[in-house]
């Protein structure tokens, strides 16, 4: 019974994709909408209602750039580092945030799970470089400053 409150929310995903193994890639999409992340535990789970083994959801969500399987904060940053942010200064900014954002090296994600800043090849906003895009919101131009002020405007809307 624990469990089945625990999952709630996914079994209602997989009833609306009537428990088909067919519908793993919407089904994953939805379930990392949800959660943010793949948790493993909901993997295995996915894997046991479909009838499918473990290791095809795991390569699923493991093939496709679109999964993640570690926790993503509530403000996802995606840095451009493209080659016209890149020559623009995309390096100071990512170092910046990240100094601001105090995240420990080898993570992505602020210990409160309240940022994840993430590098990319290309936002397709050349014309803004460099430019940073958070979670929908593109912001063009940047200096480190203006990301940070950006940053901090989100904290001051957060109460962080």
């Given at each position: 019974m624990n469990q089945m409150r625990q999952f709630s929310k996914v079994i209602s995903i997989l009833e609306s994709h009537n428990n088909s193994d067919k519908e793993l890639i919407p089904i994953l999409q939805e379930v990392q909408e949800e959660y943010r992340y793949l948790p493993e535990e909901v993997m295995v789970f996915i894997a046991t209602s479909l009838g499918i083994s473990p290791a095809r959801v795991f390569g699923v969500a493991s093939f496709y750039s679109h999964f993640t399987l570690k926790p993503k904060g509530k403000y996802v940053i995606k840095v451009c580092d493209g080659t016209a942010c890149h020559v623009k200064g995309s390096t100071s900014i990512i170092d910046a945030l990240r100094k601001h954002l105090k995240i420990p090296a080898g993570e992505i994600t602020t210990p409160d799970m309240l940022f994840t800043i993430e590098v990319v090849?290309?936002?397709?906003?050349?014309?803004?470089?460099?430019?940073i895009v958070i979670n929908e919101d593109v912001y063009g131009l940047?200096?480190?400053?203006?990301?940070?002020?950006?940053?901090?405007?989100?904290?001051?809307?957060?109460?962080?």
């Open positions: 090849s290309c936002i397709g906003t050349c014309g803004l470089a460099p430019a940047l200096t480190a400053e203006k990301s940070i002020e950006i940053v901090e405007e989100i904290q001051r809307s957060e109460g962080a």
